[in-house]
């Protein structure tokens, strides 16, 4: 990805989104551009107008702490979309050199140590898994299999949410709530983006879904960055029906830039008897499965 490219249409996307109301300027009924103008930004920033220009034409390169603290605070930038600008100036500096994956298949071979299964299995009373940042499943819990059984038969998914998300009729179902789905997908890909932005396979992603999915691509535009956490979420299951579920998503120190997710639902809710009933149906699925390989071995 071109990172000029990159840091002018993040900080230009930025700056569209403050009015001058929020910072105290006055707005006026003469202004030809949405948010901020590039000069109200240099003043917020104390810097002057031609060098915060310099820097939204993508010139980050040598571009000091101080200074992208200063352009954080006046952009209002949240603490995802601090740490992208961080990512963004250490890729124009070439300080993240070290950290490039040396080959285009590094993350895709990742394999679970085998207590980390261990791990994922004991979890019964929710889904579980691993993901990478382009949101392909590493692996999981025999609960999220069941619960993402849509994911599992999607052809050419490759295991991976963000297809799923956009290019399987399957998940407009499944998400009650595809739109924000859709969103927190993209902002998590994109923080990705800034994150490792050499990585072959994350460009080959982008490059499809954009090129399959005009929702992907307009999101990809928007140039949003988030953290991805805690919250809760609602789905429906072909096989249990509406389910709300409160996830936690944990880095894995172990394994940078893997994240391990857990959903959990609310003792004593329909929620959790659906989860019950999941785990019921899936074991007796596994059961249904290993009778018929017997039969046939």
Known sequence: MDNREEVRE?????????????????????????????????????M?????????R????????????????????????????????????????LTRPRRRTATRQWTPHRSLQWTLDAITAGPAFVRNGRMDILAANPLFRAFYTDLY???GNQ????????????????????????????AIVRTEAGRNPHDKDLHDLV????????????????HNVRHHSTGTKHFHHTIVG????????????SAPGLNLTIYTAEPGSPSEEGLRLL?????????????ERSATS
């Open 159 to 186: 295991q991976n949410l963000a297809r799923f998300t956009f290019l399987a009729p399957a998940a407009r179902r499944f998400y009650p709530d595809w739109d924000s789905f859709a969103d927190i997908t993209v």
């Open 48 to 56: 002057s107008v031609e060098y915060y220009s310099k820097l939204e």
């Open 153 to 155: 038969a999607t052809p």
């Open 207 to 222: 490059g499809e879904l954009s090129t399959r999915s005009d929702e992907f691509r307009t999101r990809w535009g928007a």
């Open 58 to 97: 993508g010139d980050l390169a040598g571009v000091s702490p101080g200074v992208l603290e200063a352009l954080a605070r006046a952009l209002r930038l949240d603490d995802a979309e601090r740490a992208h600008l961080v990512n963004l100036a250490q890729t124009a500096d070439g300080s993240d050199a």
């Open 242 to 253: 509406d389910l709300s579920l409160a996830f936690e998503g944990l880095d894995m120190a």
């Open 10 to 46: 993040f900080l230009t996307s930025r700056r569209a989104k403050i009015t001058p109301d929020q910072v105290g300027l006055p707005g006026g009924s003469r202004r030809r551009v949405p948010g901020l103008r590039r000069s109200e930004v240099a003043t917020l920033a104390d």
């Open 279 to 291: 785990a019921t149906w899936a074991a007796t699925q596994e059961a249904t499965s290993g009778t």
